[in-house]
């Protein structure tokens, strides 16, 4: 079954307004990854995130690892009608070294112009 | 650079059809992965090859799909025979390694081939 998971699983708002994802694993992440896919696009890599408690920044965007490597978050401040689409978190899951990215069920973001 | 290429980028086919997509990978790249991603869901793997070795198949229903990366570089997905279920769009992905420690290389994804089976 799915062990990424991510809330919530859609998002409008209003064009300025800020926009927060949540992704949650049931067991220890090695690194998660943060992808975007545009509409009828496929998934852009956007950041990596490997240190319990990392937090990186790309310009309005901010990315946190938790302290457990369990879960994390994306926040966009300001949002713009250039940030719709479908977040994706993807979680590498220890498997006995053979570790397997695992993509969460997504955030899809529309905006309000 | 050019990106990983993917074809046909749309087919439809009736169920206990067979299809084949092909993937071209960017140049370099030692690691292949095949995706399936179902209409408002993650993608989700179906194989992954390190060169010509398919290193992750636990995934890949191995009754209908096969999959072969011929000399490490393209690779082709295969079902035969296609089913109603199997309606959705599959990606192919490469990247430059899988893992060093903790840290594993991006993925870069084709556009994909969205499969409708009627």
Request: proline share 6%; net charge neutral.
């Amino acid at each position: 079954g799915q062990q990424v998971m991510q809330i919530p699983q859609y998002q409008h708002v209003q064009e300025g307004e800020d926009f927060t994802t949540y992704c949650n694993s049931s067991t220890t992440l090695s690194n998660i990854q943060w992808y975007k896919q545009r509409p009828g696009g496929h998934p852009v890599f956007l950041i990596q995130l490997v240190k319990s408690g990392e937090v990186k920044k790309q310009k309005r965007l901010t990315f946190q690892f938790g302290e457990a490597k369990k879960n994390s978050s994306l926040h966009i401040t300001a949002t713009q009608t250039t940030d719709v689409g479908t977040y994706f978190c993807a979680g590498m899951v220890p498997n006995f070294g053979n570790e397997k990215l695992t993509f969460g069920t997504g955030t899809r973001l529309t905006i309000i112009p | 650079e050019a990106g990983v290429v993917q074809s046909p980028r749309y087919k439809i086919i009736e169920k206990k059809q067979p299809v084949a997509f092909w993937c071209n990978p960017i140049s370099g790249h030692n690691t292949l992965y095949w995706y399936l991603q179902n209409l408002g869901q993650g993608p989700e793997l179906l194989i992954r090859y390190e060169n010509e070795e398919a290193v992750d198949d636990s995934q890949l229903p191995k009754d209908r799909f096969s999959a072969e990366r011929l000399k490490g570089v393209d690779s082709t997905l295969k079902i035969q025979p296609a089913e109603l279920g199997d309606s959705a769009v599959y990606l192919c992905a490469s990247s430059l390694t899988p893992f060093r420690g903790y840290s594993h290389d991006e993925q870069f994804f084709g556009p994909g081939t969205r499969l409708t089976v009627l």
